[in-house]
Nanobody
Framework: QVPFVESGGGLVQPGQSLTLSCAASGFSLDRYAIAWFRQAPGKEHEGVACISSSGIRSSGDNPVYSDSVQGRFTVARDNAENTAFLIMRSLKPEDTAIYYC????????????????????WSQGTQVTVSS
C-alpha cells in the first residue's frame, strides 16, 4: 500500500504553470527524501525531481532535477503538512504524463530516484496534460 495522494494535475496550455501536491499519510515524510516521477504514454517511469530530507535550505544538499525539467520545475516540501510539491513552470507538451511521488532514503546517485524500476508499487498519480 503506497501512502501517497497526488493532486493538482490538469489540462494546461504550453507555457503555463501547475503545482502538484503529494500528501503522505500513515507515516512522516520528515526523515525521507521525496522524489517525483512521471510516466508518459508508452514510456517507463522517469525521475523528475528529488529533494532530500534536509530540504533545499540545508547546507550542501540541494534538490536534483532531470535535464528535461531543469530550470522550469521546482520541488519543495512542507514537513509540518507532511506534503511535497512540484511547481511546474513553462510547461511543454512533452511534460504530458502521469506524475507520481515516492519516498526514498536520499537523492544520491545510487538511489531509487535513478532506478524507478526498483519500486514495486505506485500510487494513482495525477495526470498532467500540456496541449494547445
Amino acid at each position: 500500500q503506497v501512502p501517497f495522494v497526488e493532486s493538482g494535475g490538469g489540462l494546461v496550455q504550453p507555457g503555463q504553470s501547475l503545482t502538484l501536491s503529494c500528501a503522505a499519510s500513515g507515516f512522516s515524510l520528515d526523515r525521507y527524501a521525496i522524489a517525483w516521477f512521471r510516466q508518459a504514454p508508452g514510456k517507463e517511469h522517469e525521475g523528475v525531481a528529488c529533494i532530500s530530507s534536509s530540504g533545499i535550505r540545508s547546507s550542501g544538499d540541494n534538490p536534483v532535477y532531470s535535464d528535461s525539467v531543469q530550470g522550469r520545475f521546482t520541488v519543495a516540501r512542507d514537513n509540518a503538512e507532511n506534503t511535497a510539491f512540484l511547481i511546474m513552470r513553462s510547461l511543454k507538451p512533452e511534460d504530458t504524463a502521469i506524475y507520481y511521488c515516492q519516498s526514498l532514503p536520499d537523492c544520491t546517485g545510487g538511489s531509487y530516484y535513478y532506478y524507478p524500476e526498483r519500486y514495486d508499487h505506485w500510487s494513482q498519480g495525477t495526470q498532467v496534460t500540456v496541449s494547445s
